[in-house]
């Protein structure tokens, strides 16, 4: 069976997951997180998309991203990717695959979700065991630019956060304001769902008009998706391609 395409729309953000092989570390050194964010930049320059969040972990990535293009994140993992495994294997005497196959994403309902996948990605670290109390205090995030104003070259705002206020400061203010607040547990599991299984997180509404604008099924027909639905046959027809 064939497999389908993610969903793009130019324009639309994604949040996209990449891990190591069987879970193993990615990053050993700083120079390691230092060399993928450059890296990452290069790519995102040279593929036109967008970085609004992201964390590096020590065996995976959480990146919040706008292409330009149809094809523009796939391209610039796929660039990202080819330096950085050289890299690695190349400092580490190794050889072999680094990736646990193809990256995951998910497209995202900007009015309902961008600030909470946002915070989801910045506290990764706070969730994980033993690393940080708070996402402030780790340094392979873009929780300093969004919350604190640190100089950031990788990340571009969205228009959702800057909506939060007029000038940066306010923006900066009302963006920490947001993390006093837990994130609930059915959003979390709603969000890793998701991501995991590319389907599109977002409203009914907003799932509605992608369904129809790419004319395939959104989510599993268990989530709400519509079995005598044109789309749904579409994408099952698809499939069997």
């Given at each position: 069976m064939a497999?389908?395409?993610r969903f793009v729309l130019p324009g639309q953000?994604?949040?996209?997951?990449?891990r190591g092989n069987d879970r193993q570390n990615i990053f050993r050194s700083d120079e390691d997180y230092q060399f993928y964010l450059e890296k990452l930049l290069d790519a995102a320059?040279?593929?036109q998309c967008d970085i609004h969040?992201?964390?590096l972990m020590t065996n995976h990535v959480h990146l919040l991203v706008t292409p330009n293009t149809e094809n523009g994140i796939g391209k610039m993992?796929?660039?990202l990717g080819r330096y950085y495994v050289q890299y690695f294997n190349h400092c580490y005497q190794r050889t072999g695959t680094l990736w646990e196959g193809r990256y995951k994403a998910t497209l995202i309902?900007?009015?309902q979700y961008l600030l909470i996948c946002m915070r989801y990605i910045e506290l990764n670290p706070v969730r994980a065991k033993n690393m940080v109390d708070h996402p402030s205090e780790y340094p392979w995030s873009s929780y300093p630019f969004?919350?604190?104003?640190r100089f950031?070259?990788?990340?571009?705002p969205h228009r959702e956060y800057k909506r939060l206020g007029k000038v940066d400061t306010e923006r900066q203010l009302e963006y920490r304001q947001l993390f006093r607040a837990q994130i609930a547990e059915n959003t979390l599991k709603a969000i890793r769902e998701a991501t995991n299984k590319a389907w599109v997180l977002g409203s009914e509404r907003f799932k509605k008009r992608v369904e129809k604008k790419l004319g395939r099924p959104v989510e599993s027909a268990g989530h709400g998706g519509d079995r005598k639905s044109k789309a749904y046959l579409n994408g099952i027809a698809n499939q069997r391609v």
């Open positions: 497999r389908l395409s953000p994604q949040h996209v997951i990449q320059n040279k593929h969040a992201y964390v993992m796929q660039m309902d900007t009015e969004n919350a604190l104003g950031d070259r990788l990340v571009t």
